[in-house]
């Protein structure tokens, strides 16, 4: 059974566990959204195999690197789409 996050947890990311990044991650619907942590801002989207919904991206924007907090307040608005 996969463990659901009802609020922003900060965990261990398992995309490659060796490289022992960590991130904040929050469940909606039936996926979820990964926000990296500290100098890991990879953003994972993250909905099942074959969705349209899934996609990996990062907290890069032509001003500079959104912080985590920022990040994870647009997800938030956006109801776990793209932001």
């Known amino acids: 059974?996969?463990?659901?996050?009802?609020?922003?947890?900060?965990?261990?990311?398992?995309?490659?566990?060796?490289?022992?990044?960590?991130?904040?991650?929050?469940?909606?619907?039936?996926?979820?959204?990964?926000?990296?942590?500290?100098?890991?801002?990879?953003?994972v989207f993250s909905y099942g195999a074959n969705s349209d919904d899934s996609y990996g991206g990062t907290r890069w924007r032509k001003e500079g690197i959104i912080s985590e907090e920022d990040a994870m307040e647009r997800v938030d608005k956006n109801n776990g789409k793209s932001y």
Do not use: A, Q
Request: aromatic share 16%; charged share 25%; net charge positive.
């Open 1 to 43: 059974m996969k463990t659901k996050y009802p609020t922003w947890t900060k965990i261990d990311w398992d995309g490659n566990p060796e490289l022992g990044y960590k991130c904040w991650r929050k469940s909606f619907g039936r996926g979820h959204v990964s926000v990296g942590c500290g100098d890991f801002n990879l953003v």
